[in-house]
């Protein structure tokens, strides 16, 4: 796990740089999940390190794989400076434990919910789950284990939450794009939905 764990962070720096601020969190029966902050230019990345310890497994599988299955962690960019985004640090670090807490694998396409706004005053308590590759390759490792993919999370509105949920996920990138919208503005307002 901690070789893996070293890897994944080599790779995130090799893509990103030096972190300048990380956290800790563990949840009761989890493993410990960091939040590593990011800051280049104008933005601000927020990786999970920790996730991707342990596969992901089917919570309807009778016996969990330890060696096989998805591994993952995730990335989260917003503009720096414009609302207070270091108090997303624990909602990350909760998305991060999901698969250990709740049995979920988390894959492109999914939304997953917090419940609660990802930081103070944001219009976002839900993220969607994007494609891996764009922000950083994935990480090969040796056979049997799968790959670690970084996927990247897109906050949403309530309604476009909603939308999702009725219209599927590229429907919902496919609005944001037609529209310009800017998803790595954490002040934003939902996309049109008519």
């Given amino acids: 796990m901690a ?14 740089g030096e972190p ?16 590593l902050r990011f800051a280049e230019g104008d933005l601000v990345r927020y990786a999970t390190l920790g996730m991707s310890a342990h596969p992901m497994t089917d919570p309807t599988a009778v016996v969990a794989d330890p060696v096989r299955g998805p591994r993952a962690e995730l990335v989260l960019t917003v503009r720096a400076g414009r609302a207070p985004t270091d108090k997303l640090l624990r909602p990350l670090a909760v998305l991060a434990a999901s698969p250990q807490v709740e049995g979920l694998i988390v894959a492109p396409g999914a939304s997953l919910d917090v419940g609660a706004p990802l930081w103070d005053g944001a219009p976002f308590s839900s ?22 993919h970084f996927l990247p999370l897109l906050p949403m509105t309530a309604n476009e939450a909603a939308w999702k ?5 590229a429907a919902l990138q496919e609005r944001w794009l ?8 954490p002040l934003r307002t939902a996309v049109a939905l008519d």
């Fill in 178 to 185: 037609a529209r310009g919208t800017d998803l790595r503005d």
């Fill in 127 to 148: 993220v969607l789950v994007a494609e891996p590759g764009g922000l950083v390759d994935d990480l090969e490792l040796d056979e049997p284990l799968d790959p670690v």
């Fill in 20 to 35: 300048d601020a990380r956290a800790a969190v563990t949840f009761l029966g989890t493993d410990r999940i960091e939040v």
């Fill in 165 to 169: 949920r009725v219209h599927g996920a």
């Fill in 3 to 16: 070789e893996i764990l070293a890897l994944v962070e080599a790779r995130l720096r090799t893509a990103f």
